[in-house]
Structure formats: C-alpha cells, structure tokens
C-alpha cells in the first residue's frame, strides 16, 4: 500500500481498471435474469390481447436484440463499470461548475424509493395523488417566498425547458396586448447559453450583451439595444463570472420602460436563497432548477426539475397542469383556457420535487440562508487559495468579490508552459478528482477554470483540492510533458475528440454504433 502524506493534502489513486465489453456483447442465448410474471385471469380477460392494443404498422416483425444475461452478471458488470469512473460519492465534484453539484442527502432517497411515490402513475386519479399534489403544493408555496412570484409551474424537466416556457409565455403575454412586433430577446454572452438558446428556439431574435470593465453586463448597450421590439431580457445574475449585479434594478427599469418583460435565470442561485428575490430585482418571471439548487443528483442530463415561476398578470399563461387546492382536495388544474400548453406529456419529475421538499423542509428558513452564506464564504475561501497558485488569475472584474463560484484563468501558466487548462483538468484524474468545468462557448476568459463549492463541502476538502491543483500547476512548470500526457491513473488515457464532433463517427445508440462499424443491424 502506497503511503499517502497527509500533511500535503493529497491522496494516491488509481482507478480499477477492467477488460470490460459493451453489455450488447455480452451473454448468451437463452440466459435470463428475470422473468415477467404471467397477467392474473382477470387481467386478462378486463385487457384482452395487448397486441391489439398496438397498431399495426408499429408492431415489430421480430423480437429486440436485447443482451441475454443472468442478475449476477449484469451486476457484475455495472459495478465494474462504477470501478473505472470516480463517482461524485467518492471525489470532490464540485468542479463541475455551474451545475452546483452539491451533496444529495441520502435519507432523502428513502423517501423517494418509498413504493408509494415509486408506483405512482401518470393516468391515476388526482383522488389517489393527495399526498404528492399537497407535496407539490407546498413546495410551490416555499419557492414563492423565496422568489416573491405569484405562481409556479413545474411542468418543465430541465432549466433549458423552463427557458422556453418563459419565452413562450412572454409571447402569448404581448400578443393578447397586440404587440406582435416583439420579437426580439436580450441576454448576455456571460449568462447560461440556454437562454439564448432557448430564446432563439421560440422564434426571438437573440442580441447578446458583452461585459464592461467591470465584468458587469454593458448597460450603455442595452440601452441602445431596448427598442418597442424588445420582448424580454433574459439573464442569470450572478453571471458566470461569480460577479453578483448589484445594479440589476437599473436593467429591469430600463426594460420595462421599454414595454418588455425581465426572466431571470436562477442556475446560479446558491448564493443568494433567502437572500435577494427575483421579483425585488424588477423581475417578471423566474425558474429554479431544483435539481442544482435544491439538491438532486444530477450531471450528464439525469432527471431534472425546472420550477417556472412568474408574477399575476403572467400565470394565465403558465404550462398546464397546475397544481391547485380548492379547500377539500389538491387537483391538477387542466382547465386554463390561456396557457401556453403542455410542455411534456405527463406533470413534472415528483421524485426532483420531494428531494426539493425534504432539502427546504430540513434545513427550513434560517437552513436555506446559511446554506447560501456558507456557499459564499466556501467560494471565496477556495478562490482565496488558488490565486496564491502562479499561473492562476481571475482576470474579469479583478478585484470583486465573487458570489458562489468564479471564472479563473490558467493563460498565465499557458504561456510559460504550454500546459493548459484541458491539460490540467485531465492531470487532475489522477489524484481523484473529477474533472472540472471550464466554460460554456466562446470561451470569453481565456484557459477558463470554474470551481464553485457549495455549502456542503468542509475547510479539508476546499484545501485537498487547492493542494492538488497547486501540485499540478507545479507539474506544468517542472515536468509539463507529465500533464500534457495524462491521465495515467485512469482506465482510459487521452480520448480521442474525432468520434464526438465527427457526424460520420459519432454514436449515440447501439444500432448507430453497428452502423458506423459496417455491422448489420440487430
């Protein structure tokens, strides 16, 4: 066993690694692993024959080629597979980011694996749903508090859906007035891409705001920007930067001036909950993405939870279902003549909203406003540390205190070295940490780097990662042929970029994977 000095704050790792073939590869004709049991008579006779239930042209001439394997192999081979990767259980994650991957109670999870809440179906009677409608009540009723809206929906599934809601709900409000000619959507380069994306995705034309000196959105081009065209603007506050808009109020103004609405995007609201509200700052509509904020396990697209709020003259609009309380029972509320309509085809992710519940139940008012300053004071501790690492700057608003992350740069270190930051994010792997997130596209700060270590991690873990990546920095300058080479711990070394941005190579399923191979379908 490999000695690990403590007093560095680095541990040794290695990950297992596996000779491990795609689970379509694997088994044999004829293996199960479990068996569906048999419909009871009654069943039966009340269904008839499911196959008459599919029509025709979508019945299949034969059966999937689905991989034939017994329990114990397939298991083997998931924990094989959890063997090569370093879960956000093991590591320090927060590296990630904007996404705010903070820790997920696992009492929690009880209660979403409960069978009562793990067998609800979309179909049953709202009769039969009182507990997890009255749930979804009350937790609208707390992201109200904390937002200063009037009303919530939470139709959407992710935050870029929740985008889109807005959007179309911002349409649907100005064309009742008559102002078709609204079609433009304002937002800046440093908010999340989403709001552009998804603005854009509605039919606005996107103009996109570039910071000042500051780091700060430039107000003198949104004034020249805001026009009886504009619909709306779109923004996340802080921004990506950690950089807190402490003149928001002049921007809203100024849009509401101008007939158009404000959206704001709360992706980074970890450092402000209890804090500031949406609604004080002059806005009009909001989403939380509970998955981020309200601590779900989350990353790589898992199921998510975008909370649309909005103030009075806006709920109308709002997706249906609502969910709604008439004094005896709570009802999913289909009957909104002026709504935008269904985002999806059923109402929500509920295993997002009771993880959400049980996170405001559990820390409650005074919880949720130290989990905020906490997330600050970690952030601004971390940021404290890495700018005493040379080769490491915070170039945007130099000076400024950050919120609940910061935009860092390696450029210094780039150019004395070569190495840089997609070299040191893989180097990285091989201490035991996952990767972190650079930047969203363009890269307005150059080599970025962007840690935000929310309230859940402890003084040794924020100096653990501020010793590994002081350790690297000091790699690149001593040895940058050691970085510019790794990972050398990991399963998996250098992964070769084409087959993602090569349409010809890249796979997303098994059937476009034989295809590219020149394999038969199967």
Known sequence: MKNTDRSKRLRAYHAAMWDEPIIMEMGSPGERGILVPEAEPGVKEFVGDPSGLIPTGLRRKKSPALPELGQ??????????????????????????????????????????????AELHPYQDDRTLQGILELTHSLESYLKELSGM????????SGSQA?????????????????????????????????????????????????????????????????????ALFITNPEDTGIFNERIREYTDLVHSAGGLCCYDHANANGLMGIVRARDMGFDLCHYNLHKSFSSPHGSHGPGAGAQGVVDKLAKFLPLPTVEFDGEKYFL?????????????????????????????????DGLKMAALLSILNNNYLLAKLLDIPG??????????????????????????????????????????????????????????????????????????????????????????????????CPIGQIDPDPLVNA?????????YRKNQGKPKN
């Not at 924990?79 to 009492?107: H, V, W």
């Not at 009037?150 to 599934?157: L, P, V």
């Not at 519940?357 to 820390?363: D, G, M, N, P």
């Not at 010809?504 to 476009?512: G, V």
């Open 504 to 512: 010809e190579k890249f796979a997303s399923t098994w059937r476009a």
């Open 150 to 157: 009037d009303k919530f929906s939470f139709q959407a599934g």
């Open 333 to 365: 509320d289909y009957n909104r003549p002026d709504s935008i309509g269904k985002l999806r085809k059923f109402h929500g992710v509920p295993p997002v909203f009771v993880r959400a519940y049980a996170f405001i139940r559990s820390l409650g008012a």
């Open 392 to 489: 490491l700057s915070c170039p945007m608003g130099e000076g400024r205190q950050r919120i609940e992350q910061a935009r860092l740069s390696w450029i210094d270190l780039k150019d004395k070295t070569g190495v840089g930051t997609d070299d040191i994010n893989r180097r990285i792997l091989d201490y035991g940490l996952q990767t972190y997130f650079t930047s969203h596209h363009p890269r307005i700060i150059p080599e970025p780097f962007t840690p935000e270590p929310p309230e859940s991690y402890s003084k040794d873990d924020l100096d653990e990662y501020a010793a590994i990546i002081r350790q690297v920095a000091g790699e690149a300058c001593n040895n940058p042929d050691l970085v510019l080479n790794a990972p050398h711990n």
């Open 72 to 117: 114990m192999q397939v298991l083997r081979h998931y924990l094989r597979l959890s063997q090569e990767t370093i879960g956000a259980d093991l590591a320090i994650d927060f590296g990630q980011g904007t996404c705010t991957m903070k820790y997920s109670p696992k009492a929690h999870e009880t209660f979403v694996r409960n069978h009562k809440l």
């Open 163 to 231: 985008i889109y809601a807005n959007a179309a709900v911002i349409r649907a409000y100005h064309r009742e007035k008559g102002e078709n000619s609204r079609d433009e959507v304002i937002t800046t380069i440093l908010s999340h891409p989403g709001n552009a994306g998804a603005a854009s995705t509605a039919g606005y034309k996107v103009i996109t705001l570039m910071p000042d000196e500051s780091g700060l959105p430039d107000l003198e081009a949104l004034k020249a920007s805001v026009s009886g065209k504009t619909a």
